[in-house]
């Protein structure tokens, strides 16, 4: 059973930065793609970014592009997301989302965390 568990949420200032991860367990995700997908109070969820596991490919939504990052560690199977530059708008939950196929820009992956939230204050 896939297992991942987000962690480094929080309170920060316009302006700031923050790492979230993403450690993953219960299969090998070397065929996997990862993503980071948000959802924002009374919204839908949203792609934010996603990586193959080998790192080799990526993609980034344009609402994040240049601020956010994402890398993974494939000795502590974990995906990390470095968001700098953050915005109020930027305020939602995070989820951690893995999958088989390369699911870029979509929200319908098949497996997730539980979610980290994160505010961004003006």
């Known amino acids: 059973q896939v297992q991942l568990v987000e962690s480094g949420g929080g309170l920060v200032q316009v302006g700031g930065s923050l790492r979230l991860s993403c450690a993953a367990s219960?299969?090998?995700?070397?065929?996997?793609?990862m993503a980071w997908i948000r959802q924002a109070p009374g919204q839908e969820r949203e792609f934010v970014i996603g990586?193959?596991?080998?790192?080799?490919?990526?993609t980034v939504a344009d609402s994040v592009k240049g601020r956010f990052t994402i890398s993974t560690d494939s000795a502590k199977n974990t995906v990390y997301l470095q968001m700098n530059s953050l915005k109020p708008e930027d305020t939602a939950v995070y989820y951690c989302?893995?999958?088989?196929?390369?699911?870029?820009?979509?929200?319908?992956?098949?497996?997730w965390g539980q979610g980290t939230q994160v505010t961004v204050s003006s």
């Open positions: 989302a893995s999958d088989p196929v390369l699911k870029w820009g979509r929200t319908d992956w098949d497996y």
């Open positions: 219960g299969r090998t995700f070397s065929n996997h793609a």
């Open positions: 990586i193959n596991w080998s790192g080799t490919q990526a």
